[in-house]
C-alpha cells in the first residue's frame, strides 16, 4: 500500500505533460510576438528600400499576412496558457502551434520573394 505521502502515478504524469504544453505555449507566445515586430520591421525596409515595384508590394503583402498568423498564434498561445481546463489548453496549443508553424513556412516563402523576385 502506498505512503499517504506519495501521489497517484497517472497525477505526476498529467502534471508533468500539462507543465510541458505551458512551456510549449509561453516559447510559441513569446517567438510569434517577437516575429510580429520582424514582419513589421522587414515592411517598413522595403518601403524605404525599394521604390514601387512590384516585389515590394507583393513582398509587404505577404509580411502583413504572415504578421496576422504570428498575431494569431500568439493570441491563441495566450489563451492556452489561461484557460483552466488541460483538454483546452491542449487543443488551443496544438492550433497555435499549427498557425506558428503555417506562419515560418509563409515567411520563408516571402524570402524567396523578396530574394529572388518571384513574382
Known amino acids: 500500500m502506498p505512503a499517504a505521502h506519495e501521489s ?3 497525477a505526476d504524469t498529467r502534471h508533468v505533460n500539462r507543465t510541458l504544453e ?3 505555449c509561453i516559447h510559441i507566445f513569446t517567438a510569434s510576438a517577437a516575429l510580429v515586430g520582424v514582419c513589421l520591421t522587414v515592411i517598413g525596409l522595403l518601403h524605404i528600400v525599394t521604390a514601387t515595384t512590384k516585389v ?3 513582398g509587404d503583402d505577404l509580411l ?11 493570441v491563441l498561445a495566450y489563451w ?3 484557460s483552466r481546463s488541460s ?7 496544438r492550433v497555435a502551434d499549427a498557425i506558428f ?6 515567411m520563408t516563402i516571402v524570402c524567396g520573394v523578396i530574394t529572388w523576385a518571384i513574382l
Not at 502583413?64 to 498564434?73: G, I, Q, R, V
Not at 483546452?88 to 496549443?93: A, D, G, K, P, S
Not at 508553424?101 to 509563409?106: D, I, K, S, T, V
Open 64 to 74: 502583413a499576412a504572415d504578421a496576422t498568423l504570428f498575431m494569431l498564434a500568439c
Open 80 to 82: 492556452a496558457l489561461r
Open 101 to 106: 508553424l503555417a506562419g515560418l513556412l509563409l
Open 56 to 58: 515590394a508590394t507583393i
Open 8 to 10: 497517484h502515478p497517472h
Open 87 to 93: 483538454r483546452r489548453m491542449h487543443r488551443l496549443e
Open 22 to 24: 505551458a512551456d510549449l
